[in-house]
T-cell receptor
């Protein structure tokens, strides 16, 4: 049971380049989330999904797109990276029910030059 | 709109003493859940404790307890008998019952445990 995995672990981009971050979970969770973590700002929700084929905007969705074509995968895309998107990105998943905690991936450290 | 506020950027505590980390929240949802997570320097996020808005008793998990005061909209984390391994960032989070059950986090409190 791998839990929540994220690919890649580190990445350096130049301004204007695009990339996709992959999150995969093997726990059959319905809900999946993408957060970014910046110093002094905690985790901010970018996008989330309540099930396969559905996505919704979080607190800071601009500049990002997501897709949930398969239940176990949640992809985060940056179409044209900007230095302001330099951050650590965390994916999380959970089962339904208000009380269930989120399980987090190890994070992806992204630097945009 | 939902909001989580953690007003203590950093806290120091002596080993073996108790410490309280503050968290206040704002929501108009009739039902909601409150969570605390720990993030050690290694970076992973570790779930600590959960409190439901309709729970009559404060949640406890080992050395962790949640001091829930609904009228004040506060959900403070109490760590008893602090250990050196408790040094970490601590995040308070809230999940509402509307708006897709998204979970939002506070800015965090960095706890330093002194030997």
């Amino acid at each position: 049971n791998a839990g929540v995995t994220q690919t890649p672990k580190f990445r350096v981009l130049k301004t204007g380049q695009s990339m996709t971050l992959l999150c995969a979970q093997d726990m059959n969770h319905e809900y999946m989330y993408w957060y970014r973590q910046d110093p002094g700002m905690g985790l901010r929700l970018i996008h989330y999904s309540v099930g396969e084929g559905t996505t919704a905007k979080g607190e800071v969705p601009d500049g990002y797109n997501v897709s949930r074509l398969k239940k176990q995968n949640f992809l985060l895309g940056l179409e044209s990276a900007a230095p302001s998107q330099t951050s650590v990105y965390f994916c999380a998943s959970r089962t339904g029910g208000q009380s269930n905690e989120q399980f987090f991936g190890p994070g992806t450290r992204l630097t945009v030059l | 709109a939902q909001k989580i506020t953690q007003t203590q950027p950093g806290m120091f505590v002596q080993e073996k003493e108790a410490v309280t980390l503050d968290c206040t929240y704002d929501t108009s949802d009739p039902s909601y859940g409150l969570f605390w997570y720990k993030q050690p320097s290694s970076g992973e996020m570790i779930f600590l404790i959960y409190q439901g808005s309709y729970d009559q008793q404060n949640a406890t998990e080992g050395r962790y307890s949640l001091n829930f005061q609904k009228a004040r909209k506060s959900a403070n984390l109490v760590i008893s008998a602090s250990q050196l391994g408790d040094s970490a960032m601590y995040f308070c989070a809230m999940r509402g019952s509307t708006g897709g059950f998204k979970t939002i986090f506070g800015a965090g409190t960095r706890l330093f445990v002194k030997a």
